[in-house]
């Protein structure tokens, strides 16, 4: 084992709790911010086994390049470093393209393996001054610039281009957002490298989640489901806890989130009673839509209780699309577990509609909070027949008889890569719905989860 050259700089070096998750921005460059810190600061993004295959996987000569002076391979040194320094290993991966094309370039000279990362080097700079060569070797050149780059990372108040100041660059005026894109600016303080830093980044590690994925951020602590696309936020706990189990959320970073278009929030909690103050009408939410309740009869009996209704005024219930009118036919509009007292078969009725269950899975998962009543085989077929109950969007789901495990985006069944695809995305093993194959049969396969490590 090679001895990483630190010194001083680890003193200075702080302590953090991190996320394992490495979430990336595929928007338009925002010179204000680069990258996020918590993309920054994410050492486990990758093991050193991870640097290796990605080397292989870009056809990189550092996939088969040893540091000739300490008879080491790239990725070891790169992993080594990000380990030492607490930084992303990813950033050191974009640096040396960023800098030398070192991933990409087929025949490098042994000039870009020596200032590998160009740390040291400036505009008015001579390679061959005696006192750059201590910076000189691909081992120094990450070493370096992987110290420096954490340092300034954890250290702003030290140095320019201070976060939350407006400052000059190459005649553009920048406000520096974040610790990480200070330190980015310090190493590199031009605008143009940066936005290809930024680039690389993007074109390399960018996620893109399957709709029903619920992320959160880890900045701020805001929730968002993913739908068609866009990121729904809930505008408060009560509207996502109504619907969903905090351990089904997946932390990410704000420049993540930033890059899906903001959809309308969830407003209201489910089965919320809203009254339009003009008009007096009242209202059920049921999912994304407000179903009118036709009469106070229907109220009534039902069995609503007027002490939740919540008033509002016509222009924001305006906003909420409106579902289909509550009658006296609607039996359980809120839905309702029943069992045929002879066959044993279990049904969710709503809306005067009875859906089959195939699995308990599918009872425990979709309706949780919802009381199991036996009745009568009569009553069950009093109520006209759908489709069998399917599982949610969001849902992780596998078979005993498969160890492929399914995400249910848009009522498809979308196999993930690998496991180590699951766990890149976030996801928790303890989340893996087991269910039967005529269960997940429901759902038509989609197309491959992947990511690129």
Not at 445 to 453: A, R, S, T, Y
Request: aromatic share 12%; proline share 5%.
């Amino acid at each position: 084992m090679y001895k990483i050259k630190y010194k001083v700089f680890l003193s200075t070096l702080l302590i953090f709790n991190f996320l394992l998750l490495p979430l990336v921005s595929n928007a338009a460059f925002n010179p204000n911010l680069i990258i996020s810190d918590f993309e920054f600061r994410d050492h486990e993004s990758m093991t050193m086994d991870d640097v290796q295959r990605f080397l292989v996987g870009k056809k990189s000569t550092l996939a088969t390049y040893v540091d000739p002076f300490i008879r080491v391979r790239a990725s070891q040194i790169i992993y080594d470093n990000a380990k030492m320094t607490k930084l992303n290993p990813k950033v050191l991966l974009v640096t040396l393209q960023k800098e030398q094309s070192l991933i990409t370039d087929v025949n490098p000279t042994q000039d870009q393996y020596n200032w590998a990362t160009g740390y040291g080097i400036c505009d008015s700079c001579s390679k061959s001054d005696p006192k750059l060569q201590k910076f000189k070797g691909f081992a120094n050149q990450v070493d370096y610039a992987a110290t420096s780059l954490r340092l300034f990372h954890d250290n702003p108040q030290n140095y320019g281009f201070q976060v939350g100041r407006t400052v000059n660059i190459d005649g553009r005026k920048i406000t520096i957002a974040n610790s990480a894109t200070h330190a980015l600016y310090l190493y590199t303080p031009h605008l143009h490298g940066n936005e290809n830093f930024n680039r690389i980044w993007s074109d390399w590690f960018s996620r893109t989640y399957p709709d029903g994925t619920l992320l959160q951020d880890a900045d701020n602590g805001g929730i968002f489901i993913i739908q068609n696309g866009a990121k729904r936020p809930f505008d408060s706990f009560i509207a996502f806890a109504s619907r969903y189990s905090l351990d089904k959320v997946i932390k990410t970073s704000t420049e993540n989130l930033d890059s899906y278009p903001l959809g309308p929030p969830i407003k209201f909690a489910q089965y919320s009673l809203l009254q339009d103050n003009a008009s007096g009408g009242v209202y059920l939410i049921v999912d994304d839509k407000k179903r009118p309740i036709t009469s106070k009869e229907v109220f009534r009996q039902i069995g609503f209780n007027p002490e939740e209704i919540v008033p509002l005024d016509t222009a924001e219930l305006a906003t909420i699309a409106t579902g289909q009118p509550i009658t006296l036919k609607d039996a359980y509009p809120t839905g309702a577990l029943l069992q045929d007292k002879t066959t044993g078969g279990v049904w969710y009725v709503k809306d005067g509609t009875r859906q089959a269950i195939w699995h308990r899975s599918l009872m425990d998962v979709n309706f949780p909070n919802l009381k199991l009543s036996q009745v009568s085989p009569e009553e069950i077929a009093s109520f006209s027949l759908g489709e069998p109950v399917k599982f949610k969007d969001g849902e992780l789901v596998k078979t005993a008889n498969s160890p492929t495990v399914y995400v249910i985006s848009n009522q498809l069944k979308r196999p993930i890569k690998s496991g180590k695809v699951f766990e890149k995305l976030g996801y928790k093993w303890n989340n893996i719905i087991t269910t039967s194959d005529k269960a997940l049969s429901l759902h038509l396969e989609g197309e491959l989860v992947d990511v690129e490590i």
